[in-house]
């Protein structure tokens, strides 16, 4: 399977192995997966994480997907807002 998703990801989306690549992980099943996957290729990847500020949980998962940055030994980014706060203001 890693084979198969290396040559997709190389070949058909042109993702190189070599270059940082900054992949969004929201803390999800999906993404946590995908990132595991893109380490386990040796991908050089960069997590990036956004919390919305709109879901209770959304501070627990941003603390998930950082520790999961951490064990696997690669960069974190996060940031957050209160985007319904700031669409309201934006009226």
């Given at each position: 399977?890693?084979?198969?998703l290396?040559?997709i990801?190389?070949?058909?989306?042109?993702?190189?192995?070599?270059?940082?690549?900054?992949?969004?992980?929201?803390?999800?099943?999906?993404?946590?997966?995908l990132?595991?996957?893109?380490?386990?290729?040796?991908?050089?990847?960069?997590?990036?994480?956004?919390?919305?500020?709109?879901?209770?949980?959304?501070?627990?998962?941003?603390?998930?997907?950082e520790?999961?940055?951490r064990?696997?030994?690669?960069?974190?980014?996060?940031?957050?807002?209160?985007?319904?706060?700031?669409?309201?203001?934006?009226?």
């Amino acid at each position: 399977m890693l084979a198969r998703l290396d040559f997709i990801l190389q070949h058909n989306c042109q993702v190189v192995p070599t270059g940082p690549l900054v992949v969004g992980v929201s803390g999800g099943p999906d993404s946590l997966c995908l990132l595991d996957l893109l380490t386990r290729l040796d991908f050089q990847v960069i997590v990036a994480h956004f919390n919305h500020g709109l879901r209770p949980e959304a501070v627990n998962e941003a603390r998930r997907v950082e520790e999961m940055a951490r064990c696997l030994g690669v960069p974190f980014v996060s940031g957050s807002q209160d985007v319904h706060q700031y669409a309201q203001s934006m009226r």
